[in-house]
């Protein structure tokens, strides 16, 4: 049964650094894209960070908002992505969601999420 468990979301104050985690299972890692996505009280889901497959090469692009301040990442051995956010603004409280894609097959999974809180 695929499976993504995000972790490591949390309260923060403005300034300060979270690192979130999405691990895999039930799914070949390699093959799928990965994204973390947010979604604030009363706004639509947005994409904040994208890693294609390792196979595919891993590249990355982020959202405009982020600013140099959120890096995604993939460690293949734990099967796990992550998102190492710094320098939080309250307006990046939201949940957030990790997705995995495999697009040939128009397949695509998500996480249950994790709330990020950024107060001061």
């Known amino acids: 049964q695929p499976q993504l468990v995000e972790s490591g979301g949390g309260l923060v104050q403005p300034g300060g650094s979270l690192r979130l985690s999405c691990a895999m299972s039930?799914?070949?890692?390699?093959?799928?894209?990965m994204s973390w996505y947010r979604q604030a009280p009363g706004k639509e889901r947005e994409l904040v960070a994208f890693i294609e497959s390792a196979f595919a090469g891993d590249r990355t692009t982020y959202a405009a908002f982020v600013e140099g301040r959120f890096t995604i990442s993939r460690d293949t051995a734990k099967r796990t992505i992550y998102l190492q956010m710094r320098d939080l603004r309250p307006e990046d409280t939201a949940v957030y969601y990790c997705n995995a894609a495999l697009v040939p097959a128009a397949l695509s999974f998500w996480g249950q999420g994790t709330q990020v809180t950024v107060f001061s």
């Open positions: 039930g799914l070949t890692f390699h093959q799928y894209d």
